[in-house]
Nanobody, 125 residues
Framework: HVQLVESGGGSVQPGGSLRLSCAASGDSVNNYCMGWFRQAPGKEREAVASINGDGLLSVADSVKGRFAISQDSAKTTLTLEMNSLKPEDTAMYYC????????????????????WGQGTQVTVS
C-alpha cells in the first residue's frame, strides 16, 4: 500500500512559478509509474506529466516547456516545477501512482493509477 501527500500549492499571478511536491510512503515506489494530474471545477481530470523509476518521463502538450516533473534518488518525493503559469492552469493538482511502468498510450488516463493523494490547489489570477 502507498500513501501520497501533496504540498506546495497556492495562489500566484500569471507568469509566476510554483513547485509542487508529493511525498510517497508505505511500499517502495521504485518501479512505479508516478504522475501528476489536475482537475478544474466542472472539468475532467487531466494528465499533466508522468515519470518512471528509470527517469523516462512524459509531459502533456498543454504544459510542455513550462512544467517539469522529477523524482528524488530515493524515490520518496515527486516534484512538479511549474513556470510561466497561466490562469488556465488553475486547478486542484493530484499526485498518482501505479505499480507498473508508465506506458505511452495509458499514462494519461486516471484509471491507470491505483493510488492518489488528496490534492493541492493552484490558483493563477
Amino acid at each position: 500500500h502507498v500513501q501520497l501527500v501533496e504540498s506546495g500549492g497556492g495562489s500566484v499571478q500569471p507568469g509566476g512559478s510554483l513547485r509542487l511536491s508529493c511525498a510517497a510512503s508505505g511500499d517502495s515506489v521504485n518501479n512505479y509509474c508516478m504522475g501528476w494530474f489536475r482537475q478544474a471545477p466542472g472539468k475532467e481530470r487531466e494528465a499533466v506529466a508522468s515519470i518512471n523509476g528509470d527517469g523516462l518521463l512524459s509531459v502533456a502538450d498543454s504544459v510542455k516547456g513550462r512544467f517539469a516533473i522529477s523524482q528524488d534518488s530515493a524515490k520518496t518525493t515527486l516534484t512538479l516545477e511549474m513556470n510561466s503559469l497561466k490562469p488556465e492552469d488553475t486547478a486542484m493538482y493530484y499526485c498518482a501512482a501505479e505499480a507498473v511502468r508508465c506506458y505511452p498510450d495509458t499514462w494519461i488516463y486516471p484509471t491507470s493509477y491505483h493510488y492518489w493523494g488528496q490534492g493541492t490547489q493552484v490558483t493563477v489570477s
